[in-house]
């Protein structure tokens, strides 16, 4: 099947149907062209959430939603579009409480490494993110609280991000 025999295939499959839905939590993603480009493909609707300006494509698909700068407002945001757009809905995020937030209303959620959340899953993130935290807490040292950080965005992850959300949207859209 030739990529123009899949984006005809999606446009039939989503036309009697609420449109498909990206939520982005866009500080810190480094995917953002990509979904970009398979929300196309799907002509799915994508907001991308961030509490500073930043640029999107034009097209009447893709919004950029800038909230403000207090504390947990693009997470409370895109939980509740999220509501609003489940269950034909995709998050995009690395925050694991927004996850399960998210996970909660009903949408799927992947991580921008293309790390999938779910119900059986989601448990286990909060769990190692709180020891990770206390870890991090009790270090001493030049690194101090802070760890060092992930490690660096590779193209394996970009590659495995793709396929997540392929994945994904190819699911809601049946």
């Not at 009447?60 to 909230?67: D, G, K, T, W």
């Amino acid at each position: 099947m030739t990529s123009r025999d899949r984006d005809a295939r999606a446009r039939r499959v989503n036309a009697d149907r609420p449109p498909l839905t990206i939520l982005v939590d866009a500080d810190a993603c480094p995917v953002k062209e990509e979904i970009y480009r398979v929300a196309e493909r799907y002509r799915a609707h994508v907001a991308v959430v961030s509490n500073a300006p930043f640029r999107v494509p034009q097209s009447p698909r893709i919004r950029r939603v800038v909230v403000s700068d207090a504390f947990d407002a693009a997470d409370d945001w895109i939980a509740e579009e999220a509501v609003r757009a489940a269950p034909r809905c995709v998050v995009v995020t690395a925050d694991i409480l927004l996850a399960e937030r998210c996970l909660k209303a009903g949408a799927r959620v992947i991580a921008h490494n293309g790390r999938p959340f779910d119900s059986a899953s989601i448990g286990g993130a909060i769990a190692t993110r709180a020891i990770m935290a206390d870890l991090r807490a009790g270090m001493d040292g030049p690194l101090g609280a802070s760890g060092g950080g992930p490690p660096p965005f590779a193209r394996a992850d970009r590659s495995r991000f793709l396929q997540a959300l392929d994945r994904e949207l190819v699911a809601l859209s049946k």
